[in-house]
């Protein structure tokens, strides 16, 4: 998956990566490698919106 092809909108981005994480993948690397994503501009557009990624519970909080 591109970035491109992920939700524009940072708080819609963040419901979609919280839930791909939490059905689907053991932590942040494993969502990005899967899908071919980099994890800074993930992280990045996140960070936008105040939230950061918290390994020990798999989320952004």
């Given at each position: 998956m591109l970035l491109n092809n992920l939700p524009k909108d940072p708080a819609m981005?963040?419901?979609y990566v919280n839930t791909q994480l939490r059905d689907n993948y053991d932590?942040?690397?494993e969502f990005c490698a899967s899908n071919n994503i980099d994890?800074?501009?993930i992280?990045?557009?996140l960070r936008t919106i105040n939230?950061?990624?918290d390994e020990h519970t798999?989320?952004?909080v």
């Open positions: 981005l963040l419901s932590d942040l690397v994890i800074n501009d992280t990045g557009r939230y950061c990624y798999n989320q952004f």
